[in-house]
C-alpha cells in the first residue's frame, strides 16, 4: 500500500515532489534530494514526509515518518528563515521545535494502532524569539507546508525564556573581559584569564533586588585552574559575577560568604584561594595509581537484538513507541502500547520528564540565589550529550540523532543523543519445588533507552527500563561534580555544607525531576486513585478485627484536580491507580490498571512562605492529575512565571479528573548532602519510580519468556 502510494505520488508529483530520505529523526537526506535536483521544492511540497528511509537498510520505500517526529534539519532552516523574511529584528532564535499536532488529531491512530499518512497532517514549528534589544519574547507558529507564519504572539511581559548554550558560553567570556573582574582574579593570583572558568547559572529569585528586574541576566561562580585541564572546583574565587546577556556586559559583583557568620554579604578581604588540586580525569591520575586487578565483563549478543527500528518507531517484545526529542525535554517517548496475545493495548499517549528543580540550602546571599530549574531554564535537551557506544551503554546499540538550531535559527545536528539497548536483568522469575529440588527460571531482559545532559557542573543520566513483565521504569543517575564554594582558611562549613576537601564548601541541596505522563489506560478515558495498605478496619477485638492482626488496601478515587494533590506516603506503601473503568478485569471485575511506585522523596525544604516559593509551588505535592488541555506541559509553566499546574488546577479545582482523558504529574527526588566521596567527581546517586500493570494482565505477563537454554531441569 505504501508503495502504490509512494509510486502514486512520485508519478504525479514529479516536479514538486520531495523524494527525500529519512534519517533517524526523520532528517532529510539533502544528497539524495539534491541529486533529484529538488531540494528547493522541499518545503512547498504538499508532500513533506514523503519518501523512502529507515536505520535498517530493511524495505527502504516504507513511509516511515510521522507526524510526531521531531523538525528536520530542513524544517528547522524554514522556520527561520520564514520569520526572518516575515519580520526584521535583532532576533535571538531562542527555540525552534516541532508543534506537535492536536491530540484530539492524533488520538484515534494511537488507539486502534494506526499511523494517519504522513502527508495528512501539516507539519507546524513553534518559536520562541528574543528582541535582543527590548528583551521581549515572541510565540510563533509556522505552518511548514504553506510556509506561512500562522501566529505571532507576545509573551507575556517580564518572562525570562531559556537560556541558550551559546549563551551560557558568551556569558563566561564577557565575565572575563571585564576589567574589574580581572583586578579581582589578580588579586586572587590568577592573571592568565585562561585559567579562570565562570559556570552560568540562571538568576534565580530576584524579587529582593531592584536592580535585576526586566533583564536578561546570568549570575557566575569564578573558579581558576592551575594548568588548563586541572579541576576547577577544587579552586572556587570568592566573588560572583552578574552579566546582562542583552547589553553583554558585567553589571555587579557581589562579594560571596567565605565564613560559617557571613550573613550580611559584606566582603571579607583577603581570602586565599587554595591551590592544592584534585583532579578526576584519568589522564591526570598518577599512571600506577589505577587498581590492576579488574577484568573485563563482556556483553555480547550473537544473534542480534531484539528491537527493531523503522524511522522513529521503536518495537520491542509486546512494547511500541515513537521515540521523540527537543530541546526543552530531551527524550519524549510517544504513543506507547502493549501487544497482550495479539491484542493492542494503549498505555501512554506521552511520556516526558517536564521539569527539574534543583534548590539549594545556604541562606547566606546572594546563595539563596542558586535554585536552578534545569529544564525550564537551560533546557535538557540543548544540554544533552552525544554517546558513545561501549562507554555510554554496553552491549548493540542503537543511537537516534537529533536535530537542534543556534541562536541565529540554523539547524544543526547533533548525533547520537539517546542510545537504545538491551540488558541482562536478572533473574525475571524463578521457583524452586522444595520436594523435588526441580527448579524454573527465567532470565530478565530490559530495553533500556537512555540520554544524558549536563547542565553546568551536574550530569544526569536519564533511562526509560522497559521490561518484560510489563514494568516500566524511569530511573535518574545523578553524577558530575558538586557546586562548591570557597571557605577562608580555618573557616567551617556551618549547618548548610559540608567540606569535601580543603577549603571547599559543598552547600546541601535537593533535586527534584518531573514527569508528565498523558496516561491512556487502555482507553481514552481513565481515573486515577490512591492505593493504601492499613491495619485494620476495626480495633482489636471487634468483630472486624477480633485478633489485630488485619489489614487492608484502600483505594481512594481522586474526582477533582483539587483533591488529586497527593503525597507519597511510605508508611501507607502509597500508590496511584490509574485504572481504565470501561475496562474491567476478568477476575475481579475491576477497571484494570497501572499503578505508579515513587520513590522516597523528601518533600522540598523551601518553606511555603518563602518569597522563591511561588516560581516551584507545583512541587507541594507528589503527584497532580489534570484533565487534558492542549499546550498543558509544564508544571511550572512555560516561562516557570509562577505559572503552570497552582494556576491552572487553583482556577478550577473542582475540574473533574474521573473517568476522562488525564494527565498525571509526579515529583520525585533526594536531598544531597554532599560526602567527600562526592568529590572531585560524585559517583552515581540514584533515583526511579516505576510503572507497574495492576490487574491489567490475566496472568503474569512474563510466563511466556523461555527459560534459558543453559538451564535445563536438573533433578
Ligand atoms: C541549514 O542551515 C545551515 C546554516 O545555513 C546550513 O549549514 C545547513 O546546510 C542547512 N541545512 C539544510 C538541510 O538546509
Ligand atoms: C483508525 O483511526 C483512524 C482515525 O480515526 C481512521 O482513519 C482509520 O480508518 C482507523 N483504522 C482502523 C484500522 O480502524
Ligand atoms: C594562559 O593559559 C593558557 C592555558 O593553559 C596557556 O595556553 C597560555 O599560554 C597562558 N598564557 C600565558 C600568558 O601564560
Ligand atoms: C566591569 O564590571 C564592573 C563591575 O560590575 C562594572 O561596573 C563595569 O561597568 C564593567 N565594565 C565594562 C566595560 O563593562
Ligand atoms: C589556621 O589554623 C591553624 C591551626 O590552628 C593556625 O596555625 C593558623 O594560623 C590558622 N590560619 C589562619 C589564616 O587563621
Ligand atoms: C505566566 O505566563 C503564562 C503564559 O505562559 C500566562 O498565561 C500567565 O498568566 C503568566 N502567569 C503569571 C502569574 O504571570
Ligand atoms: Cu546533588
Not at 590568577?190 to 530576584?206: C, E, F, H, K, R
Not at 583532579?279 to 595509581?289: E, G, I, K
Not at 527537543?326 to 510517544?334: K, L
Request: with cysteine; net charge neutral; aromatic share 12%.
Amino acid at each position: 500500500m505504501y508503495r502504490i502510494f509512494y509510486l502514486l505520488v512520485f508519478i504525479v508529483k514529479i516536479r514538486l515532489i520531495n523524494s527525500i530520505e529519512t534519517d533517524n529523526f526523520g532528517e532529510y537526506n539533502e544528497k539524495l534530494a539534491a541529486e533529484k535536483g529538488l531540494i528547493e521544492d522541499i518545503f512547498g511540497s504538499l508532500f513533506p514526509g514523503i519518501g523512502s528511509g529507515n536505520n535498517n537498510g530493511n524495505d527502504n520505500r516504507r513511509d516511515t515518518r510521522h507526524p510526531l517526529d521531531p523538525l528536520t534539519e530542513a524544517e528547522i532552516n524554514a522556520t527561520s528563515n520564514i520569520i526572518k523574511n516575515y519580520r526584521r529584528g535583532n532576533w535571538i532564535f531562542n527555540y525552534i521545535t516541532l508543534k506537535e499536532p492536536e491530540k484530539s488529531v492524533l488520538l484515534p491512530y494511537f488507539l486502534n494502532d494506526t499511523s494517519p499518512r504522513s502527508n495528512s497532517i501539516p507539519r507546524r514549528s513553534f518559536t520562541i524569539l528574543l528582541d535582543r534589544s527590548s528583551n521581549q519574547a515572541y510565540e510563533i507558529t509556522v505552518n511548514l507546508n504553506t510556509r506561512q507564519v500562522e501566529s505571532w504572539n507576545q509573551a507575556p511581559a517580564g518572562v525570562t525564556p531559556t537560556l541558550t548554550p551559546e549563551e551560557l558560553i558568551e556569558s563566561e567570556q564577557i565575565a572575563r573581559e571585564n576589567a574589574t573582574v580581572r583586578e579581582r582574579c589578580r588579586r586572587l593570583g590568577w592573571t592568565n584569564m585562561s585559567l579562570v572558568n565562570a559556570d552560568p547559572w540562571s538568576m534565580g529569585y530576584i524579587g529582593d533586588r531592584q536592580e535585576y528586574q526586566g533583564r536578561r541576566l546570568i549570575q557566575l561562580y569564578l573558579y581558576g585552574k592551575n594548568f588548563e585541564a586541572d579541576n576547577q572546583y577544587a579552586h572556587p574565587f570568592d566573588f560572583l559575577v552578574v552579566v546582562d546577556m542583552l547589553q553583554r556586559k558585567v553589571i555587579n559583583i557581589e562579594e560571596l560568604p567565605t565564613h560559617e557568620n557571613d550573613l550580611d554579604g559584606s566582603n571579607k578581604q583577603g581570602n586565599t584561594v587554595p591551590r592544592e588540586t584534585t583532579n578526576y580525569d584519568p589522564a591526570l591520575r598518577p599512571a600506577n595509581s589505577f587498581r590492576n586487578d579488574l577484568k573485563p565483563v563482556k556483553v555480547t549478543q550473537s544473534s542480534g537484538v531484539s528491537y527493531t527500528v523503522a524511522g522513529n518507531q521503536l518495537s520491542w517484545q509486546k512494547y511500541k513507541m515513537r521515540i521523540g526529542f527537543n530541546g526543552r525535554e530531551g527524550m519524549v517517548i510517544h504513543n506507547l502500547n502493549y501487544n497482550d496475545q495479539g491484542k493492542i493495548r494503549p498505555l501512554f499517549y506521552r511520556m516526558s520528564l517536564a521539569e527539574m528543580f534543583i534548590p539549594y540550602g545556604d541562606p547566606r546571599t546572594p546563595y539563596h540565589r542558586k535554585h536552578v530549574f534545569d529544564e525550564g531554564q537551560y533546557g535538557v535537551g540543548f544540554n544533552t550529550n552525544s554517546l558513545k557506544a561501549q562507554q555510554d551503554c554496553i552491549g548493540e546499540v542503537y543511537f537516534f540523532n537529533t536535530v537542534l538550531h543556534n541562536q541565529k535559527g540554523e539547524a544543526q545536528k547533533v548525533e547520537r543523543v539517546v542510545c537504545v539497548h538491551e540488558e541482562d536483568a536478572g533473574i525475571l522469575w524463578k521457583h524452586t519445588d522444595y520436594r523435588t529440588g526441580k527448579s524454573s527460571i527465567t532470565r530478565s531482559q530490559r530495553l533500556a533507552l537512555t540520554f544524558v545532559a549536563t547542565v553546568g557542573n551536574y550530569d544526569y543520566i536519564f533511562t526509560w527500563n522497559f521490561y518484560q513483565d510489563g514494568s516500566i521504569e524511569f530511573n535518574v543517575k545523578l553524577t558530575g561534580i558538586l557546586s562548591v564554594h570557597l571557605l577562608a582558611i580555618n573557616a567551617t562549613s556551618g549547618a548548610h555544607g559540608s567540606v569535601v576537601f580543603p577549603q571547599i564548601n559543598a552547600p546541601y541541596h535537593q533535586h527534584f525531576f518531573s514527569l508528565r505522563l498523558d496516561a491512556e489506560i487502555d482507553g481514552n478515558r481513565n481515573s486515577v486513585a490512591v492505593s493504601d495498605v492499613t491495619s485494620g478496619p476495626g480495633t482489636t477485638g471487634t468483630t472486624q478485627n477480633p485478633y489485630g492482626q488485619a489489614f487492608t488496601s484502600n483505594r481512594t478515587p481522586l474526582r477533582t484536580a483539587g483533591s488529586s494533590r497527593t503525597n507519597i506516603s511510605p508508611a501507607t506503601s502509597r500508590t496511584w491507580l490509574i485504572s481504565n473503568p470501561q475496562s474491567l478485569h476478568t477476575y475481579s471485575k475491576q477497571p484494570v490498571a497501572w499503578k505508579l511506585m515513587p520513590w522516597a522523596s523528601p518533600p522540598m525544604l523551601l518553606r511555603k512562605d518563602s518569597p522563591i516559593h511561588p516560581m516551584a509551588e507545583w512541587m507541594d505535592y507528589n503527584t497532580w492529575v489534570t484533565p487534558y488541555e492542549e499546550n498543558q506541559m509544564f508544571p511550572g509553566g512555560f516561562y516557570l512565571n509562577n505559572s503552570g499546574l497552582p494556576e491552572w488546577v487553583g482556577r478550577n479545582e473542582n475540574a473533574n479528573v474521573d473517568n476522562t482523558d488525564v494527565v498525571i504529574w509526579h515529583n520525585f527526588g533526594l536531598s544531597h548532602v554532599p560526602r567527600a566521596e562526592d568529590f572531585p567527581v560524585m559517583p552515581i546517586e540514584q533515583c526511579s519510580i516505576m510503572l507497574k500493570p495492576y490487574n491489567f494482565f490475566k496472568e503474569n505477563p512474563a510466563l511466556d519468556v523461555p527459560p534459558p537454554k543453559r538451564t535445563r531441569t536438573e533433578l
